[in-house]
């Protein structure tokens, strides 16, 4: 005579959903927060350098000397010769924009960089960073290139727009992480909440967080393709 076993209910979708979000949040965590605990301060040696310099040029903008010379070495928009923006593109990672709140910025440049340098290391958080920041600078030429009769096209009065700041930076380094770390919720939260500032306000800035964000990402699936087929078998 067969016994009936009851069936075991099925967690519903709030329960899946909060199960998976606390997943990500520990793949997210445990390896900043293990370090952290180690070494403290000392884990975050390029993210404290990130903090500090662009604090500096944030209060360098406030003077009569220091707008120019922040200018001449960070200064970057798409109007100025293409060899000159390369060269003052890895410095306008660290300049803030002079008419926006800085500790945004700080606030940003802390938790992102922090926590990519503690989970991927300073030298690739670095070069993420440079790619996106880079990613954005090169497509806003592009897009001033192709022209506003062009769907993916702007004025060429964006050309005068300075064009600095760590967010394509950061912005990047949270699809990188995201990827390395299996977490699609937050990559899929970025991106939605990136598009949508964009259709919700159409400025030069979040077409470039766009772009940033696309480089690293086909950069981030190139480097995971590589690394697999490394892998021993």
């Given at each position: 005579m067969?016994?009936?076993?009851?069936?075991?209910?099925?967690?519903?979708l709030?329960?899946?959903?909060?199960?998976?979000?606390?997943?990500?949040?520990?793949?997210?965590?445990?390896?900043?927060?293990?370090?952290?605990?180690?070494?403290?301060?000392?884990?975050?040696?390029?993210?404290?350098?990130?903090?500090?310099?662009?604090?500096?040029?944030w209060?360098?903008?406030?003077?009569?000397?220091?707008?120019?010379?922040?200018?001449?070495?960070?200064?970057?928009?798409?109007?100025?010769?293409?060899?000159?923006?390369?060269?003052?593109?890895?410095?306008?990672?660290?300049?803030?924009?002079?008419?926006?709140?800085?500790?945004?910025?700080?606030?940003?440049?802390?938790?992102?960089?922090?926590?990519?340098?503690?989970?991927?290391?300073a030298?690739?958080?670095?070069?993420i960073?440079?790619?996106?920041?880079?990613?954005?600078?090169?497509?806003?030429?592009?897009?001033?290139?192709?022209?506003?009769?062009?769907?993916?096209?702007?004025?060429?009065?964006?050309?005068?727009?300075?064009?600095?700041?760590?967010?394509?930076?950061?912005?990047?380094?949270?699809?990188?992480?995201a990827?390395?770390?299996?977490?699609?919720?937050?990559?899929?939260?970025?991106?939605?909440?990136?598009?949508?500032?964009?259709?919700?306000?159409?400025?030069?800035?979040?077409r470039?967080?766009?772009?940033?964000?696309?480089?690293?990402?086909?950069?981030?699936?190139?480097?995971?393709?590589?690394?697999?087929?490394?892998?021993?078998?």
């Open positions: 067969s016994t009936l076993v009851p069936s075991t209910p099925r967690p519903g709030l329960a899946r959903t909060g199960g998976a979000v606390r997943g990500e949040w520990g793949r997210l965590t445990a390896v900043p927060a293990r370090e952290l605990r180690a070494h403290g301060v000392w884990a975050i040696p390029l993210t404290c350098c990130t903090v500090l310099l662009t604090l500096g040029f209060l360098a903008w406030r003077t009569a000397w220091g707008g120019d010379v922040v200018r001449v070495l960070g200064g970057v928009s798409a109007g100025i010769p293409l060899p000159l923006a390369l060269l003052r593109t890895p410095v306008s990672l660290f300049v803030p924009a002079p008419d926006l709140p800085v500790w945004g910025a700080l606030v940003q440049v802390l938790i992102l960089f922090g926590v990519a340098e503690l989970d991927l290391g030298r690739r958080t670095l070069v960073a440079y790619l996106a920041t880079l990613c954005g600078t090169l497509t806003a030429r592009v897009m001033i290139a192709l022209g506003p009769d062009h769907l993916l096209g702007i004025d060429a009065r964006h050309g005068d727009v300075l064009d600095t700041g760590p967010s394509a930076a950061v912005v990047g380094l949270v699809v990188c992480i990827m390395v770390r299996r977490a699609p919720i937050l990559l899929a939260g970025v991106w939605i909440l990136m598009i949508a500032e964009v259709v919700a306000k159409p400025n030069l800035a979040g470039e967080h766009i772009a940033a964000m696309a480089g690293v990402t086909v950069c981030a699936c190139a480097y995971l393709a590589w690394r697999r087929r490394r892998a021993p078998a």
